[in-house]
């Protein structure tokens, strides 16, 4: 599951390589990329969390 969010931010750097003219549009790309990647783990945390209270109040 991580391995394409590393491509995309690889992705993301090798876009601000290949253009040196665009670097602060390629560096907030990729602070982008890795906003959206802590979100996504917060809610799986989140979820993960949910999940385990509710099955606790299943079994008591």
Known sequence: M???HITGIFA???VGF???ESDARALILSYYVI???KIR???KKARHKKNRAFLKGRTL
Do not use: C, E, G
Request: charged share 0%.
């Open 35 to 37: 906003y959206l990647i």
């Open 2 to 4: 991580q391995t394409p």
């Open 12 to 14: 993301a750097a090798s």
């Open 18 to 20: 290949a253009h040196p």
């Open 41 to 43: 783990f917060n809610i």
